[in-house]
């Protein structure tokens, strides 16, 4: 066997594109190998945003709309991404409680969010890939991987062939549940926190009477089970809205709420004339994230190290850096090292436990909230009106905007007993005195 490639990037995600793309620029000899056999098909669900201007993972994004294309400009990066595709603003954000009252967020001078669609994004960033000179396998499932001291091997399946390609260095970019990670050992230590189906069904022809917007709809009237799940548009066809739901196991509870939802909710009149077109599923896995994210010759990156998700932006940036890491590495340098330093100072998640908790309070929040907790909440915000985001660069993230909820339904003065010390429990993240509050999620 002859060693060929510099690089072999194990999943063609966000990540593991963007390093195929930056590695090719960067005149490394690169093999992008992928389970799917069509790499613009976005089979598993992800919920594709742009946030704008929202800090998160050490980035903030802005968008610049022209002749029909966008360019994602990563800002402390430096880099910009050319995105072709239908682009959706969205001025709003929804949170619907069981008897159907509204907490509305809006920003009037730019929108708070765009959706895009996760193919096209996929398809632009294989034409880049192309573009550079990147070698691409598809239809192949890698399996493991081999260590030596001058090369690293993986072992790869296509279709009943398994075979062993060989590189200097491996990108490991398989995403969620990374295979790849169980198989090399990487999972000893990161115990799995939270572990749930997800289903997204796309429906053509529904009716949303509000502004585009993302939205949350809690309660049992609302799902016919515990739960909540997402409403937003969908990017590509008219009039189609997408509706997902992130839940505990057993799966087919996820469908039933979905269901319940579309057809017997108060809300069942938005897809009185849809149709179901399109679907996706997943398992979600969140476990606590590697620290140090390689082995030997071997780098892992996206969601394959992290704490649940870096979400796409931050997919993006770790196959960028693990580009520049893995040309380090071939000069003779500790490119690994570099990139174990922006991993953890921009991924706040990783070396600090409270980042994590913070990451998913928002969960934790509503799964310690009665129905009749809900309604009063949003019955008090649907009252005092939309809350009006300002600003330029958002102060609120990821890791704290459950926090600045909690702040936001304590400032009302009717919030009082026992409601008050639920919100002040999960704000404060311990458990309660009682034990209704448990620690986890
Ligand atoms: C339900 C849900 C909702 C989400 N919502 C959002 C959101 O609102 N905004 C946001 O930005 N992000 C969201 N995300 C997260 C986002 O999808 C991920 O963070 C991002 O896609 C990670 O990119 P990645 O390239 O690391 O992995 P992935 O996107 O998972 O890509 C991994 C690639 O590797 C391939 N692969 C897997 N195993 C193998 C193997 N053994 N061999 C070869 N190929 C393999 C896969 O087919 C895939 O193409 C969400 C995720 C989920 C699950």
């Not at 360019?71 to 619907?96: E, Q």
């Not at 502004?211 to 309660?219: L, M």
């Not at 310690?368 to 309604?375: A, G, K, Q, T, Y």
């Amino acid at each position: 066997m002859h060693k060929k490639y510099n690089v072999i990037i194990a999943g063609a995600g966000p990540a593991g594109l963007m390093a195929a793309i930056r590695a090719a620029q960067k005149g490394l000899k690169v093999l992008l190998v992928e389970k799917k056999a069509t790499l613009s098909e976005a089979l598993r669900t992800t919920g594709p945003f742009f946030r704008i201007k929202n800090p998160i993972h050490g980035e903030y994004l802005t968008l610049d709309k022209k002749n029909g294309k966008a360019t994602v400009h990563f800002h402390n990066s430096n880099f910009d991404l050319d995105y072709k595709g239908p682009l959706i603003d969205m001025h709003n954000a929804y949170f619907f409680s069981n008897a159907g009252y509204r907490l509305n967020t809006t920003r009037k001078d730019r929108p708070l969010s765009c959706v895009y669609s996760m193919s096209a994004l996929l398809g632009n960033l294989q034409d880049a890939a192309e573009e550079a000179g990147v070698e691409c396998m598809t239809g192949t499932i890698a399996l493991t991987a081999e260590n030596a001291e001058k090369h690293i091997r993986l072992q790869v399946r296509r279709g009943n062939t398994v075979s062993w390609l060989e590189t200097d260095y491996i990108i490991a970019a398989d995403g969620l549940n990374s295979r790849l990670a169980e198989t090399m050992g990487m999972n000893k230590n990161r115990p799995v926190i939270l572990q749930g189906p997800c289903f997204e069904i796309v429906f053509e022809g529904a009716d949303f009477p509000y502004p585009p917007g993302i939205s949350f709809v809690f309660g049992k009237d609302m799902l016919g089970g515990s739960g909540f799940l997402f409403v937003y548009p969908y990017a590509g066809g008219e009039n189609r809205l997408c509706v997902m739901v992130n839940n505990r196991f057993p799966a087919d509870q996820s469908l039933k709420l979905i269901n319940h939802f579309t057809q017997k909710s108060k809300f069942s009149s938005w897809f009185k004339k849809a149709t179901p077109v399109h679907h996706t599923s997943a398992i979600v896995t969140i476990r606590s994230p590697m620290v140090t994210p390689s082995i030997g010759r071997m780098l892992f990156i996206g969601d394959a190290a992290a704490y649940g998700e870096t979400l796409v932006p931050g997919a993006i940036r770790c196959g960028y850096y693990a580009a520049e890491a893995v040309q380090e590495e071939l000069s003779g340098n500790n490119g690994f090292k570099k990139y174990e330093e922006f991993w953890s100072s921009n991924f706040e998640y990783v070396t600090n436990p409270q980042k994590q908790k913070d990451y998913t309070k928002i969960l934790r929040l509503f799964r310690s909230l009665e129905d009749e907790d809900v309604d009063f909440l949003f019955k008090l915000s649907e009252e005092k009106g939309p809350i009006e985001e300002k600003g330029d660069v958002l102060a609120s993230n990821e890791f704290t905007k459950a926090n600045a909820l909690i702040d936001y339904f304590l400032a009302f003065p009717q919030v009082q007993g026992a409601l008050r010390t639920k919100l002040q429990t999960v704000r404060g993240n311990g458990p309660s005195p009682d034990g209704t509050i448990k620690d986890d999620l």
